[in-house]
DNA sequence: CAGTGTGAAAGTCTTCACAGCT
DNA sequence: AGCTGTGAAGACTTTCACACTG
């Protein structure tokens, strides 16, 4: 994600986008590093292991404090934390998933949000026929009841899953809602205002990229 | 994430991945617009729906040869017909899914894949319980048969959807069976041949991109 | 005119290489 | 010795702006 995909939402910090892009990928290592039981590493060591150089993973840090030290190289367990403190992970976030079509069920079901900061609060559809249907743990939610369930549980992010033609008419619903960052699994470039962010997962652009090399 | 080009493209070897990475973003914008009946488009036109800048477009583009005409802009069936044909998409690929959970699944019977250059062929699992089951179309088959399978269906590209602490070993038998992209769902950072493509999809990743801003 | 294709300029991002700390 | 943090250099990417064309 690739792809693809921007960020770039409110102009209100020096640091580059494609720098905070990178953050989550150093805060995966380290937690699979802390998992394993492992205390210090280095910016050569999590270069190895990314394929990133070592210059990088210490200037992008730089933007934000120094969290190591010579000779040493970093605490997991502390530059775990700083990097969630800097993300805003240290509480989780409340996210809802729109569509209750195949993508949105996977989604919903998918265990990886746990202890990554998320939590599936809801997923919502349009269809009668599927608005009540348990969807492992969850009711699917009446798409009318949206901006109500938003406010009600003071969720930010959301995830679209719903067929191509419909996805922007449901990010303009979200918009409206309150929601502030999208992540659209629709195939399709949404338009919403500056102070929300779309981030986009498509597949199908990750394969076409890959046959220009086949 | 960078590979050698293949073959004859008309234009020079020497084309940047980030240009080649969004193509298929201008190829996913034509077919739309060819689906709505329209005939030509501009550079600007593009930029608009897209949120790329015009002289990006054009840029891009001319990597690769003329196709617009001055004052009238593209022709939408041809600039897709030559998009096409530059990312190898004129002739479906075959694909496999690795790994039969709720993603696996999901992706299986993902309708997506229609009409943008790419067939699922085949789904695999080493759970002895699961193989052999119905998934949509498909009937599971055994990891064993992977490399079997994958020369006898000439797949060059692969999906990994299985739990993180496998998706390396995977990743393996899958370069082992001639595999040349893999397109890796399991948060993990998978260590490849460099004539081997990785292209990965972590939600979590993007939602914590966004949390930043938040 | 409207809109492409493109050198040149501007801007952004990555790597180098080393002083300095532990 | 080992490794960070960082200015400066280098590489890469985007934008500008305009000659040119249908």
Chains 1, 2 share one sequence.
């Not at 993300?87 to 990554?116: C, K, P, T």
Request: hydrophobic share 40%; net charge negative; proline share 4%.
């Amino acid at each position: 994600m690739d792809q693809q995909t921007s960020g770039e939402t409110s102009a209100d910090n020096t640091v580059p986008d494609i720098v905070v892009a990178r953050l989550p990928i150093y805060l995966r290592a380290l937690a699979t590093m802390q998992a394993g039981g492992k205390q210090y590493t280095s910016s050569q060591e999590m270069a190895d292991l990314l394929g990133i150089s070592s210059a990088q993973i210490r200037k992008d840090l730089s933007h934000f404090g120094e969290f190591g030290k010579q000779g040493t190289g970093y605490s997991i367990s502390e530059l775990h934390g700083r990097l969630r403190h800097i993300l805003n992970l240290e509480h989780d976030w409340n996210l809802i998933v729109i569509g209750a079509g195949h993508i949105g069920s996977a989604v919903a079901s998918y265990s990886g949000f746990e202890h990554r900061g998320f939590r599936v609060a809801g997923i919502f559809d349009n269809d009668p026929r599927k608005v009540g249907l348990s969807l492992g743990q969850f009711q699917v939610i009446d798409i009318r009841d949206l901006a109500f369930f938003v406010k009600q549980n003071q969720v930010k992010l959301a995830m679209i899953t719903v067929p191509a033609p419909y996805a922007q008419g449901v990010a303009d619903q979200c918009v409206a809602a309150g929601i502030h960052g999208i992540l659209n699994y629709a195939p399709v470039n949404l338009s919403v205002p500056d102070h929300v962010n779309v981030q986009n997962i498509d597949p199908v652009l990750h394969l076409q990229h890959m046959t220009y090399y086949l």
